[in-house]
């Protein structure tokens, strides 16, 4: 059953005529806005990509944190920061100041990154990985030390004569919000890394794209990642429940600007291929009218196995239309699939 529903922006701008997000702070202050409307539909989360050198969202700190400011009860999250890019204690400490203001409702996905629109575009931000290692195993470090300094452990050795009176014994960072070590996410393309996400005591986002590892269709293999996930952690001895959310493009047509925006949608799978070894299968769109979708849905075996569903909207198409296209989905399509 479906417990929760969400969207995901990929944040994009465009000097373009056709496009309602010309620039940066377009992109921003919209998606301030489609967070509010979400909340006030009664959306469950409001999840934001994160890409580095692109006319696309990037730093998200600033933008949870004013969205969390901004609502009440909405969860905020990412799908997801590239950890090859961050130092990994100076995330910790904007997660944290994030987290407090929005009073306990980060969700943040993380990864050790995708392809990217420069090469080796972590370079220019000073990291690089240790003889014998790859960029990969170099994101999957930073968020193992993101991980544990999340735990609000002394570790640090503080001055004798400090400026200010420290606590007793190592010091940790602050600000550190409790319970924020829970809502970490991992997004993953591959069986191997869910199961290593759920060693790590992470939660699961697999998005509209995986390794192609058996040549069945996209929602079945990812079912099957997602299966494998759980039996990994309760193999790991986890005391929680961990979640899951799964990403998908689905669009209930129900007028007339619908029908013209995605009445000619894939609804098909696609082959291609992420970097020169590696096969990918990309998941297909949904666009229907909504009896016609819930049916699809319903059929969909990835959705059955998550908790969380994320919604991928056109920004571009401006807040208006994509609350619009959020309320048909809450309203018409969710009951359908057992919301609420």
Do not use: C
């Not at 465009?14 to 509010?36: F, N």
């Not at 969380?308 to 994509?322: F, K, R």
Request: proline share 6%.
């Amino acid at each position: 059953m479906m417990k929760k529903i969400g969207f995901l922006s990929f944040g994009h701008w465009s000097p373009s005529p056709q496009s309602g997000t010309r620039s940066a702070q377009d992109t921003l202050l919209q998606s301030i806005d489609l967070a509010v409307a979400a909340e006030e539909l009664g959306a469950d989360g409001a999840y934001f990509r994160v890409h580095h050198f692109a006319r696309q969202l990037a730093s998200p700190f600033p933008l949870l944190a004013a969205v969390g400011a901004r609502t009440s009860k909405i969860e905020i999250g990412t799908g997801v920061i590239d950890m090859r890019y961050e130092n990994p204690l100076y995330m910790a400490e904007d997660a944290g100041a994030a987290d407090l203001i929005s009073r306990g409702r980060l969700q943040l996905g993380i990864s050790r990154g995708s392809p990217e629109q420069v090469i080796e575009g972590w370079r220019y931000f000073g990291y690089q990985p240790e003889e014998g290692q790859s960029d990969a195993d170099m994101g999957r470090r930073h968020a193992e030390v993101f991980l544990d300094v999340l735990k609000g452990e002394g570790f640090a050795q503080p001055n004798p004569r400090p400026m200010f009176p420290n606590p007793p014994g190592l010091l940790r960072l602050e600000p550190h919000s409790e319970g924020l070590r829970e809502r970490i996410w991992w997004g993953s393309g591959s069986n191997a890394t869910a199961i290593w996400a759920a060693q790590q005591g992470m939660n699961l986002q697999s998005s509209t794209l995986k390794d192609d590892e058996t040549g069945e269709p996209f929602h079945v293999q990812q079912a099957k990642q997602i299966r494998a996930y759980r039996e990994a952690w309760k193999e790991a001895g986890h005391s929680r429940t961990p979640r899951v959310s799964v990403s998908r493009s689905i669009f209930a047509i129900v007028n007339d600007m619908d029908r013209a925006y995605f009445g000619q949608s894939k609804d098909k799978d696609s082959i291609g291929f992420i970097d020169e070894n590696t096969r990918a299968i990309f998941g297909r769109s949904y666009a229907a009218e909504p009896d016609r979708l819930i049916d699809e849905l319903k059929r969909d075996e990835a959705i059955a196995e998550a908790d969380t569903l994320l919604l991928t909207v056109p920004n571009q198409l401006g807040v208006a239309y994509n609350a619009h296209v959020i309320e048909a989905i809450l309203t018409q399509v969710a009951p359908g699939l057992g919301w609420r």
